[in-house]
């Protein structure tokens, strides 16, 4: 497996494999893998006959007060755990020379970018989408994977894909959760054993309207409320939105009339996670 | 040589001729062929095996007021011209065909974008680099061929190449004129014979600041009055600005320690045109 910092490094590897004919996949990550990692790496493995990670805490999706200088980090394990599933290449910039200084130019959807966690983190998905298509541009991969988790990095990067007629084929794959139901993610490292117990009622409280969504319930406002009273069960959870939302327009629907993303954001304690599930009547 | 109108078939004759190993260039235009035009094509022919020049008049870089609906068109006779130089495709999307319904993915320069026209032209160039993107993605050309009439144009395509790491060659062809001087450009379309007269006079002020370095005057502001003091012999042509600049960050420069970039905008008439000059101790 090559580790590749320099981007110059890295496009002469994917033009030298572009020459061949071989397909790339990409899998954009920011380090500190977890099972949901490896389920990205596995499906992108199968897809391509040269699989590049990328692994780069991205300060521009970062905002002010946010924990870009505490996002957990640990690049050894990731390039073992990339090295047991086949990666080919793990390209791990630093951020002098992925936004050198004087760095002016970004990658902005102005619409579903500022609905949902768009309204408490602002800038952030300007900041995903520009590192996305910037990884497009140098590592040119003929698939992405991405984790389903982050529902609404998905529509974003998906629409960002069609606008801007990136001929890459964007995979999703569905969230990764540990044995209590808490959805994957790097940040739960930041969680007390207390608050992960009670992070468990983020999952509970989806499943749940899932199942009032087969028993016949259609009302939007109706299903929020039940998700809202079942995480106020919790005194360490604060729910920042809960919301029902068409996945592809992220517009806000008032019946489940079709498929349907239910998305929330919450506090627990001082951690904030993010989790989703479709529902259909 | 082949109309592609569909975004989809342009990226299927891209892939086709990638996969032969075969090397693309790029001529985006907005049609209205004139010389300047047709250089651009000859310089880009050398240096491809398939050349596809674009023409498609992008709303995005029009303002509201601007001429957007006026912009002089004559698809038929640069469809002739384009194949006369030996053009293997013409690619000419519709509006909708490039920017559907509900649009909204932009890539924007953030800091030069606002000096020099961007300070008259507020979105002009997030116009120009979400189009010039969004064709580099769709036909992914080795090298794109832009002039040099547009000076701050270049500077801002040549930094988003960089800072996005676009693996494109991006070539510069020098400004060519009428044989009065006027710079080539499709908007001398719009000048009256009188007007066309006095707008030489444009070009005439940047030889005579030229001449003025040469001289051994090295003060900045000096050169900008002796050129806004040329144009105000012509009672048609208002300036907008004249600025000296340095070429790739466009910040004013005091005094021409360096290569210089002289730039001005003027109306001549209705008419807003744009010239430049270096200039070198």
Redesign the interface.
């Known amino acids: 497996m090559r580790i590749i910092t320099a981007?110059k490094e890295m496009?002469s590897y994917?033009?030298h494999n572009?020459?061949r004919?071989r397909k790339i996949a990409l899998v954009p990550t920011m380090g500190y893998f977890h099972d949901g990692h490896v389920m990205l790496i596995r499906e992108a493995r199968k897809l391509c006959d040269r699989l590049v990670v990328s692994i780069f805490v991205n300060p521009l999706q970062f905002g002010r007060g946010e924990d870009f200088a505490t996002y957990p980090r640990d690049m050894k394990r990731d390039l073992d755990l990339a090295k047991e599933e086949g990666t080919n290449v793990v390209f791990a910039p630093t951020a002098d020379e992925f936004y050198?200084p004087?760095?002016?130019?970004?990658?902005?959807?102005?619409?579903?970018s500022k609905k949902l966690c768009g309204g408490f983190r602002p800038g952030h998905f300007k900041g995903v989408?520009t590192v996305v298509?910037?990884l497009f541009?140098?590592i040119?991969p003929h698939t992405a994977v991405f984790g389903q988790k982050d529902a609404q990095q998905v529509a974003i990067i998906k629409?960002?894909v069609r606008?801007?007629?990136?001929?890459i084929h964007i995979i999703v794959i569905q969230t990764i959760r540990e044995k209590n139901g808490l959805a994957c993610s790097s940040r739960n490292e930041y969680l007390t054993v207390h608050e992960r117990k009670d992070a468990a009622l983020l999952y509970a409280s989806l499943q749940k309207a899932q199942d009032m969504v087969k028993a016949g319930v259609r009302d939007a406002g109706k299903i929020a409320e039940s998700i809202r009273a079942h995480l106020a069960s919790s005194p360490v959870i604060k729910p920042e939105y809960v919301e029902l939302v068409n996945p592809n327009t992220l517009e806000r629907v008032s019946q489940i009339g079709e498929r349907t993303l239910i998305a929330l954001a919450a506090h627990v304690g001082m951690t904030r996670l993010i989790d989703n599930i479709f529902v259909e009547p």
Chains 1, 2 share one sequence.
Not at 102 to 112: A, M, N, P, Q, R
């Open positions: 981007i496009q994917v033009k572009y020459r004919g050198p004087g760095y002016s130019t970004f990658v902005d959807e102005e619409k579903i989408t298509a910037k541009n140098i040119r629409k960002m606008e801007l007629s990136y001929p």
